[in-house]
Structures are given as C-alpha cells and as structure tokens.
C-alpha cells in the first residue's frame, strides 16, 4: 500500500483544470466582461432605476456628503434591496462587517416573517424594514475588544455603510444579501477596522481641502483618497494542505527543506501561468466581477506556485471592501478546483513572502490627482506640496505606519530578500530627488513662476509614463502619481495601514496649513510663501529619503546615523506606540479615541502571543510526532551499518535526532515558563527574543534530518512535491 504522502502525490499529478459556467453569446463565445460586471451588486445606477427620484437624491447627499440619511428613505431602500434581492434567489440579508479578528463577520437573518391572519393558519411574507437595513445586533462578547468591555457585555452593532453598495453572495443551494456595515459597542466604541477608516478619510478631507484654499484651489470641496491593492498568494493542493498540519493550523510550514530547485533560475515571475492555477483565476475573476470588484491583473510572482491578482484604483473604502471580499472568495473559489488559497506572508521558508503592495492616492471632486504633476506651474506647484506632505508624514509619523504593519506573520517576511525593511524610509527617483535639492539648494529665478519652470515643469508630466521604475526595496515608493506602500503584508486588512496613512497625512497637512498661513499672513506671496515652505519641509525629510537597497547591513547603518527608527518585530512596533509622543495625532484627529486605541493594543499583542505560541506547540508536535518517529526508524535500518560512509550517515541521523529532541524540549519548557507570564507585553517581546530563535534551531535541525532520511520515510509532502504543480 503507498503512503498518504505518496497516494497524495499520485492524486495531484492526475488533476485536470477545472472548467465551470460562463456567460456565453449567440455565437458561443464567452460574454464580454462588460455584460456581466456588477450583477450581483445593488449599486447607485440600479439604486436610481428602482427609487423614488427625491429618495435617490438623500440617498445620494448621504452617500457624497455625509447627510443624516431620512428613516423613510431607509425604508423605501430597504423595500427595494429585498425586492432586487429576492429576484435574484435570495432568501437571507445579513450586516457585512470587519471586526478586529483579521476576518470578515456575518450573520444570516431571513427575508421572512409570520404574517397570522387568521388563529391557527400561519403564513410567512418575506419583509426587510429600513431598521434592519440600518441597524443589526450581533454578539460582541467574542469578538476581540482588547479590553473595552467584559465578556457577560454581549451587545454590540453594525450599522449599514450607504457608501459601499449591497452584493449578493452565492452559496451551493442559495444567496445572501450582504450589507457593508460598521461595527461598534453598546457606548459607540469601534469594535472594527471600517469605522476609523471612515474617520480618516473625513479627517484627509477636511485637512487637504483647508490646505488646497491656502495655495489658491477655492472650488475644491472634498478630496478623496483612491487605493489599488496588488495582492499576493500562493496556491497549494488540498491532499498536500491536508496532510501537513502546520499548514493547517498555521498557514505557514514550519519545517520543510529547500527543494533542490526553488525560485533560483527567475523562470516563474511573469511566466506561463500554471493550467490549474489559471482555470482557478478565470473562476476567481468572474466572480468576482460578478461582484463588481474591477480586477484587472494577473500574473505569476517570483516563488514558485506565488501568484498575484490586482484591481483598477478605486475609493479608498470599497477598495479596501473589494479587496476583504477578493481574499475571501479566492479561498471558496480554490476549494473547487481542489486548491487551497494562501494569504500568509511567509508560508514557504527560503522562498519570496507575500505582501499587498497598497497603491495610495489623493483625487480631488474635480478629479484631480494631487499626486500627478500638471501642465501648469501652478499645478506643479500644487502636486510639490502634496508631495512633501507625504514625505513629512512618513517622517514624522514613521513610528505610527511601522505599527500599522505588525503583526507576527509580517514579522517573517519584513527585511528578508523580498521585502521591504522594517526602516520606514521613502523612494522618490531620480528626477524629484534633483527637483527637491534644487528647492532645498533655495536658488530661484526672478519670480516663483520662473523657478517653477526652471525646475523642469516640462518634465514633470513625464514623471508618471518615464520615472515609473519602482524600489523594490523600498517600504514607501513613489511611482509617477501614487505612492506604493509596499510594507503591507499579505494577509492584513488594508483598511489598519491605510488609516494610519490617510491620518498621518491628515496630521501633517493641518501643520503645514497653518505653517503657510503663517508665512502668507506675514506678507509673503502666495507661491512664494509655498516655495520658502517647501524648501523648509523637504530639508526636515531629508532623512526619510532613500534611494538605494534598503536591504543592505550598510542602510541600517546610515539610518541610524539619520536617526530612523528600527523596529524589526511586532512587539517592539506596538510598544513603541504606546507612547503618547507617537500616538497622539489620532486622538486629535478624532480617529480613536484612547479607549479603541489602548484597546487595539492590547489586541494586537494579545495576537502575537496567540499566533507564535500556536506556532511553537505546533512545531514541537510535528517534532515529536513526525520528525523523531522517522528518525528513529531510520537509526533502527541503519543498526549495524558497516563502513566509515555508512557509519558517518547513522551518526549524522543520530545527531540530527539529538538536536530535534533537545529543541523541543526547550521549546515546551520555554512555552510552560511563559505561560505564567501575565505581563502581556513582557511574554510577547520574550516569544520575538527566545521562542522564535529556538524555534529556527529546531527547524535547520529537521530539515537536516528531512534531506539525509530515507525518502519513503518522510511522513509530510515536501517542498519539491508542494511547490511545482501544474
């Protein structure tokens, strides 16, 4: 009989691409994506076919304004998302929502309700109130609040986002109505990742808009940030997944020797897509557009079996809505073509982690990108300060986005060969970097206008088609109108590092108004008072500017010359946010309050902790379950080897047995001692220290073993069998 491994193996080899349903034209050949995109989204074109037109028009000062939305209006909503729902085989609606678990959060309540006319004939109408639109009551005991309340405090709310449309999600034998909602506690408290999301793109509005009046653009009235998500993963199969338990339980291996070959010879990124990884995209991307998510990109990423899917820009909150639900329905959608979709940013050692490089930009009501230069002095006049702004953020607030960023999987890939370092620092390119030290060098022409010019204003436009080359190496990019904030990890909800973003943004963008207020009050002229502020900001974030590789031992030392923060592991990254110096702007902002931000925290500790001691005690069963047993009976067929090779190889097998057995005897103690640790802070910043060092040891010990054993004595697929299916 073969081994599960072996029949595992066999298994795959024989898999053929799925094929599934699509919609075809008259003459057989597949829809257009154009016939079928947004189907299943109740968005703001079906909302005006379907609505009263003055109920369309409070819906519409809701959705673009903030307007208090009028409870007939709700209703008349309510009356039209059930009817389009019900059309559509929907039979249950429920309030869509992000808690701080790293998930999405659902619960299912029926259209339906008893309508008794006559005693004892019952009947059910379906029925959907603008109250339930609006409002939902789901348990929040068990969900993390890091403190804000005790678990006998059940009650929490979600409450319906108007601003991200209502979906239709599709099951095996029926569909639910999703509605996007925010989520907070009985006192108002955000128990989620949307709701200061929200709060700090009103704060960006607000700061950005005071700024744009001081520089001379009076008919702007909001401003908006956009963002693009290029999302990374890897494909595993389902018999493979299911016969290694760290991939189940952690998503990540934590033993597995290199395969003889891995990414070495550069041949996977941007290379023939995989037949079954592909079926699976086609599948994904239907869906999803079905959905409305405008996913646009795909193509291989540099590991092996690494892929990466990425939309068109949109506003910041659907984006981010469109990339949670993206993740979620690519785990669904790989079940069905026996895959298993992972998000975690390092689930293969020795090879490329996965990140969610987030594109980030600020557009206007009129339209306008503040991140793209102009044709004009004035318009580059205007995206210089943006420009600077952004720069000033990084710098001043390098603390808050490293700890936007934290967690312990990112811990895994941050500063390896693929990843940014955990040194916030910013690439600009060749062409700003000279247009920034001519500013700070402060020898203008004649007038601002003919410093403008002299700066290279004709060059500027090209700065978005010509100066596109991108820093891999580099957290903060700025990549012709955006900046890619590369550092994010994989498997994070955006909405955490983009808030911190959109906030830092906000914070700097306030100082900066009244720093040029200052100056233009005092008698300066207008753009001569923004040249003289420009000169003065980009020489305050000089430091944070870098245009080499951030990977190199040599850029460590030259940022802590320049005086930047270092903070290679999570704990380390929350702790330093503790500290009000660091924190401060987002409880001026408005975006926390010190309850959420104290409870976020303790969350995101409360996290680490789980996740690496999960790790650990995974890795020692698998040591002492799988590892040792194979081992040893290998030591039992090499019992009398004659000859020196021989005789080396038995020794080799009984050392490498010792080390396995010692590491995970000091693993379990070490988890045991810490165990009764309840300084929270303490056990983490120990399990970053001392676990995770034990636990590398224990790993290069097995993975020794796993290369010397004898192959059919391995009990888990390895990396050679996992990585390379087509």
């Known amino acids: 009989m073969s081994s599960p491994r072996e029949a595992a193996q066999l298994a795959v080899q024989s898999r053929q691409p799925r094929t599934f349903d699509v919609p075809r034209q008259p003459d057989g050949h ?10 299943h989204v109740l968005d703001l074109l079906k909302l005006k076919e379907r609505l009263p037109r003055e109920s369309y028009q409070a819906l519409l000062s809701t959705v673009r304004h903030g307007k208090p939305l009028p409870r007939e209006v709700a209703e008349s909503v309510a009356s039209v998302a059930r009817e389009w729902a019900t059309s559509h085989g929907a039979t249950h609606f429920t309030h869509w929502f992000q808690p701080m678990t790293g998930l999405t959060a659902e619960k299912h309540d029926g259209f339906i309700d008893l309508n008794v006319q006559i005693p004892g004939e019952l009947r059910v109408l379906e029925r959907f109130s603008g109250s339930q639109l609006s409002q939902g009551e789901p ?39 999703c509605i996007p909602s925010v989520y907070i506690s009985y006192h108002g408290q955000s128990l989620d990742h949307k709701t200061p999301l929200l709060r700090s793109l ?8 005071a700024f744009l009046k001081l520089l001379g653009d009076v008919d702007v009235h909001s401003v908006s940030a956009t963002l693009g998500c290029e999302q990374e993963y890897f494909l595993v199969d389902r018999d493979h997944f299911a016969l290694r338990p760290d991939l189940v339980l952690c998503e990540r291996t934590l033993l597995g020797a290199a395969s003889p070959r891995g990414q070495q010879f550069e041949d996977h990124y941007f290379g023939s897509i995989p037949p079954r990884a592909l079926a699976f995209m086609e599948e994904l991307e239907f869906e999803l557009q079905r959905l409305g998510v405008p996913v646009k990109t795909r193509h291989n990423e540099v590991a092996p ?24 329905v690519a785990r669904k959608v790989a079940l069905r073509h026996h895959l298993v979709c992972l998000f975690h940013e390092k689930p293969f050692a020795r090879l490329n982690g ?4 987030c594109n980030w930009s600020m557009v206007t009501d009129r339209g306008d990108n503040l991140l793209e230069p102009g044709h004009t002095p004035h318009q580059n006049l205007r995206f210089l300060a943006f420009l600077a702004a952004c720069l000033k953020a990084v710098h001043e607030h390098a603390v808050a986005l490293r700890y936007s960023i934290a967690n312990a999987n990112n811990d895994l890939r941050l500063g390896a060969n693929e990843a940014p370092p955990a040194i916030l620092s910013v690439f600009v390119g060749d062409l700003m970097t000279d247009i920034i030290e001519k500013i700070i060098s402060g020898k203008p022409g004649k007038d601002p206008d003919h410093f403008v010019l002299e700066m290279g204003v004709s060059k500027l436009p090209m700065l978005a088609r010509d100066n596109t080359d991108r820093n891999r190496t580099s957290p903060f990019a700025f990549t012709g109108n955006k900046f890619e904030y590369r550092a994010v990890g994989s498997s994070a909800n955006c909405a955490g590092p983009v808030t911190m973003l959109n906030a830092a943004i906000a914070d700097v963008l306030g100082k900066m108004t009244a720093r040029l207020k200052a100056k233009i009050d005092a008698g300066e002229g207008r753009d001569a008072a923004v040249l003289s502020l420009l000169k003065e900001v980009f020489s305050e974030t000089a430091p944070i500017r870098f245009e080499g590789n951030g990977y190199s031992d040599e850029w460590k030392a030259e940022a802590k010359k320049r005086g930047l923060p270092n903070t290679p592991v999570a704990p380390t990254a929350i702790e330093a946010m503790r500290d009000p110096k660091q924190s401060g702007f987002l409880l001026e902002l408005g975006i926390l309050s010190e309850m959420e931000l104290s409870s976020r925290f303790n969350v995101e500790i409360e996290r680490y902790i789980k996740q690496v001691t999960l790790e650990a005690s995974t890795m020692v069963e698998l040591l ?23 005789k080396k190889r038995a020794d080799a097998v009984a050392t490498g047995l010792e080390s396995v057995l010692g590491a995970a005897h000091k693993l379990e103690a070490l988890l045991e001692e810490l165990d009764g640790v309840h300084d929270e802070s303490v056990r983490a910043a120990r399990l970053a220290a001392e676990l995770r060092p034990i636990m590398d040891h224990a790993r290069d010990a097995a993975d020794g073993l796993e290369k010397i054993l004898d192959d059919g004595l391995w009990p888990m697929p390895k990396y050679r069998e996992m990585l390379f299916i087509r």
């Not at 999600?169 to 639910?176: D, K, L, M, P, Q």
């Not at 996965?354 to 490089?357: A, E, F, I, Q, T």
């Not at 002492?624 to 021989?646: C, H, I, M, Y």
Request: no cysteine; charged share 20%.
């Open 305 to 328: 079996m690494q892929f990466e899917m990425a939309p068109i820009f949109e506003d910041v909150n659907m984006a981010n809505d469109h990339n949670v639900l993206a993740m979620d």
């Open 139 to 177: 348990d929040a005991s068990s969900f993390p609040s890091g403190g804000m309340r005790s678990t006998f405090e059940a009650r929490g709310y979600t409450a319906w986002d108007p601003t991200s449309p209502m979906f239709l999600v599709e099951s095996a034998n029926g569909r639910t109505l």
């Open 624 to 646: 002492t379950t799988f590892v040792v047993p194979a081992a040893e009976r290998q030591l039992v067929a090499s019992a009398g080897a004659k000859g020196a090779l021989l």
């Open 354 to 357: 996965s990140g969610k490089h």
């Open 30 to 39: 597949r829809a257009p994506v154009s016939s079928y995109f947004g189907r």
């Open 202 to 209: 009103d704060a960006l509005s607000r700061q950005a808009v």
